[in-house]
């Protein structure tokens, strides 16, 4: 029965995918709870977290500033077209204010970070696999969950919320370039209508949103980066998976987090 | 009265999805004894070793040093179970991140016994001494070094604080005969000089006749065999004489 044949191995193939998918997400919680748990007890490695601040955070800088001006700037273009049509001009600052800082800065500043810390992080943790760093670690009595992951998820954590306010400023500072000398706003008006506009709930939301973001870049370089296969394709894959899964969790993740925020 | 074995297994084993590495490993360390483990590629050497140290767990049968039995042990008692160990890794396995001295003195430098830095790198700088490197060494990062250096490094990182229990994974591979024979040497010297425990795997027989005191052979996750060093040449056993005198032909299986 060539037929039944078939649909056997489809139902199989269907059920070992979820089996995998379940697997795989018990293994990710449960890794997070471990990681999670160990940034709260001691030891602690303030150096460690120093390091990770200045990697993830303070080197990131310049991908999510530039990311943000020209975001900010395009917005602003967008909006004058679009808003034109039913003059509605005088809208681009509060929009570019309310888009930058709801969405746009903290889910392509995260976008961008995925793409630099957690290809980086789970790069280096893979090589540390293959060559037995992690396993060195173990044998030098120290947790690696606490050693090596502890620290980057609460860098990433705390710095992403920083970027994106950055960020924030900065395309909101794109807007207000094209504004002025694209689009014959008034710059005093320009800034005056973004102050009045913007509540700190858009901020702060935004904010928030980073911060998960951040946990989700660091959690999937750490995750992908210690469970990594052998040799350079086995951490080339790692890398890629983390990038991938990043990208995909943050996306989702902005749009459970969008409708706790705000309600339709 | 019998003495404790430092370490002992019991019928260990452990399997990887269909692949059973080990199937019943029964082997005993006695303390300040070197025991090298011998066997091909592949047959479950490091995986032993990883059982004993906790990285892997075994699917079976009980693993005790000092007597008491290591399973499942966490946190403080696995701290306090892991002071017990230094390891040499095949490739050394250096934090790349950090210099020679902090790679030396990581132990020195973290949890319970932590030291004052001044302290730690003057610490590191004898032992580095010890294994033959100078303090120059000290400050440069592990990539900067030769493979022979980087050896002499992880043996270093090993001892710093000072075990009771080394271990050394494959410690001349991918060494050339001249510096392979000057590790061997530091090894048997510091093992002695140290009266620690060692275990060394291998499959370089002028380690194993350098190095060991008792030899146990494994082949198919079980060992074959285990007697003095000085009875390699003389045992009838199959397996220890075909690996010893590198035979194609014998109850290993060599695939061409």
Redesign the interface.
């Given at each position: 029965m060539p037929i039944l044949k078939a649909l056997h191995g489809f139902v199989a193939s269907i059920g070992a995918t979820v089996i995998w998918l379940c697997q795989a997400t018990g293994s990710l919680s449960l890794f997070a709870a471990s990681g999670l748990s160990h940034v709260f007890r001691p030891p602690y490695y303030p150096g460690e977290i120093g390091r990770q601040i200045m990697r993830i955070g303070y080197f990131s800088l310049p991908v999510v500033g530039m990311t943000a001006l020209f975001t900010g700037g395009a917005l602003a273009l967008q909006i004058f077209a679009g808003g034109s049509r039913f003059n509605a001009e005088s809208v681009v600052p509060s929009i570019v204010a309310i888009g930058m800082t709801r969405e746009l800065g903290p889910v392509l500043g995260g976008l961008m970070v995925a793409g630099r810390v957690s290809a980086s992080i789970a790069a280096e943790l893979g090589t540390m696999r293959v060559t037995e760093q992690i396993d060195a670690l173990s044998t030098l009595s120290t947790n690696p969950m606490k050693y090596l992951v502890a620290p980057r998820l609460l860098a990433a954590t705390l710095t992403m919320p920083i970027l994106a306010f950055i960020g924030d400023v900065i395309g909101i500072m794109g807007g207000f370039l094209v504004g002025v000398s694209r689009l014959d706003f008034n710059a005093t008006t320009y800034i005056k209508t973004t102050w009045d506009f913007l509540e700190a709930g858009d901020v702060t939301s935004g904010l928030i949103k980073a911060a998960v973001f951040g946990f989700i870049i660091a959690m999937m370089g750490c995750y992908q980066g210690y469970h990594s296969g052998r040799g350079a394709q086995g951490v080339g894959r790692a890398t890629t998976n983390a990038v991938v899964t990043a990208s995909i969790l943050i996306l989702a993740t902005n749009y459970v987090l969008t409708e706790a925020l705000f309600p339709a | 009265m019998s003495q404790t074995a430092k370490i002992e297994m019991l019928g260990v084993q452990k399997r990887f999805g269909e692949n059973r590495v080990l199937r019943g490993v029964d082997l005993s360390v006695a303390p300040s004894e070197s025991m090298v483990i011998i066997g091909g590629s592949g047959t479950g050497k490091s995986v032993t070793l990883?059982c004993i140290?906790?990285?892997m767990t075994p699917d079976g049968g009980e693993i005790k040093v000092d007597g008491e039995n290591v399973a499942g042990k966490r946190g403080a008692a696995r701290?306090a179970l892991?002071?017990k160990?230094?390891?040499l890794?095949?490739?050394g396995?250096?934090?790349?991140s950090l210099l020679v001295w902090q790679n030396v003195a990581?132990?020195l430098l973290?949890?319970k016994r932590k030291l004052p830095k001044d302290e730690a790198r003057a610490i590191a700088i004898e032992k580095l001494r010890r294994v033959g490197l100078k303090e120059d060494a000290a400050d440069l990062f592990p990539a900067e070094l030769s493979g022979g250096m980087q050896k002499r490094v992880g043996l270093a990182?090993a001892i710093a604080a000072e075990p009771e229990i080394i271990?050394f994974d494959e410690p001349t591979t991918g060494l050339d005969p001249i510096m392979a024979d000057v590790i061997n040497d530091l090894i048997r010297e510091i093992v002695v000089e140290m009266g620690a425990t060692a275990v060394t795997i291998t499959h370089d027989m002028t380690s194993v006749r350098k190095i060991a005191d008792k030899v146990a052979m494994i082949h198919e996750g079980v060992i074959q065999w285990t007697g003095p060093v000085g009875e390699i040449d003389t045992t009838d056993n199959a397996y220890v004489h075909q690996f010893v005198n590198g035979l194609a032909e014998g109850p290993i299986e060599a695939i061409r």
């Open positions: - | 990883k140290l906790g990285l701290e892991l002071d160990f230094g390891m890794f095949q490739g396995a250096l934090f790349d990581f132990r973290q949890g990182r271990f």
